[in-house]
């Protein structure tokens, strides 16, 4: 069963930076395009960056400039570094995986970002 874990959420002030993880497991994680995606009160869930098995990378014209996403196939894992963070980033953060041979995803269970003074 595949297996995604998030962490590196939390508060920091405007303009400071966070570095979100996801650790994948339970399966190979090379066949999987990655991606985060946040979801503030009230709103619905958007894509903020994604990431081919291959390594291409494409982000919401919101965070483009700011945010980097990335991975690291020999630890199964995602990242997400994100600068220059302001109020409106403040959201739950969630990592998901997507078999790039059946299309199936999943979901980790989110880590909050609070970007505040």
């Known amino acids: 069963q595949v297996q995604l874990v998030e962490s590196g959420g939390g508060l920091v002030q405007p303009g400071g930076s966070l570095r979100l993880s996801c650790v994948v497991s339970?399966?190979?994680?090379?066949?999987?395009?990655m991606a985060w995606f946040r979801q503030a009160p009230g709103n619905q869930r958007e894509l903020v960056a994604d990431i081919t098995i291959g390594g291409r990378a494409n982000y919401a014209d919101s965070v483009k400039g700011r945010f980097t996403i990335s991975r690291d196939n020999t630890k199964n894992t995602v990242y997400l570094q994100m600068d220059s963070l302001k109020p409106e980033d403040t959201a739950v953060y969630y990592c998901?995986?997507?078999?790039?041979?059946?299309?199936?995803?999943?979901w980790g269970q989110g880590t909050q970002v609070t970007v505040s003074s």
């Open positions: 998901n995986a997507k078999n790039d041979y059946n299309g199936r995803t999943s």
């Open positions: 339970g399966t190979f994680f090379s066949i999987y395009s």
